[in-house]
């Protein structure tokens, strides 16, 4: 069978088996950012966001997206330019097998969209379905609160039609402009 979907900003059609669940179809169809742990729904390892809401794919039945919107870790960021929530992670060393971190950096993203601003104990909620058995959550709480921090900084700006940076002032590497550029 076909499913028609937005996926990461495309128009696609997968073919998949009736019984493939949206991680298999995703997965077989290259896009293996998001990855399998438990399978049950447990470990978060496999979190895309289908139509805004963050999604276990493994429970997902993939004819359930025929319509749907849906993102993977692969729409984010380029190898060159991280998107904030990736750097975030990567500067307060927040990540090490990174078998979790596509579906952790899902949610998060995901997660601040919704809560610009959280405190540490929202974030915690907020991560309660996103298992990481190597980093420890304390850096992945400072990386969530610096993610929240560099998007609040880029919206500013972006509101701020990219004001000037002041002189005698480093521009913050924010991703909204070539860096150093603006006059
Ligand atoms: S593989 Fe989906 S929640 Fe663990
Ligand atoms: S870095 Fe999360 S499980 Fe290893």
Known sequence: MEVNLTLNGEDTTLTVDQSDTLLDALR???YTGAK?????GDC?????????ASV???LQPVARVEGATV??????????????VQAAFVDNAALQCGFCIPGMIMRVTQFLESNPDPNE????EALSGNICRCTGYEKIIDAVQDAASRLSNERAMVSDGGRPVPSGQSCVDCSTCSGGERE
């Open 121 to 124: 104990e929202e974030i915690r």
């Open 71 to 84: 993102e993977t870790i692969e729409s984010l960021g380029t190898q060159d330019e991280l998107h904030p």
């Open 44 to 52: 978060g390892f496999c979190t895309v966001v289908v139509d805004g």
């Open 28 to 30: 077989n169809a290259g």
């Open 36 to 40: 399998r742990g438990c399978g049950t």
């Open 56 to 58: 276990k794919s493994c």
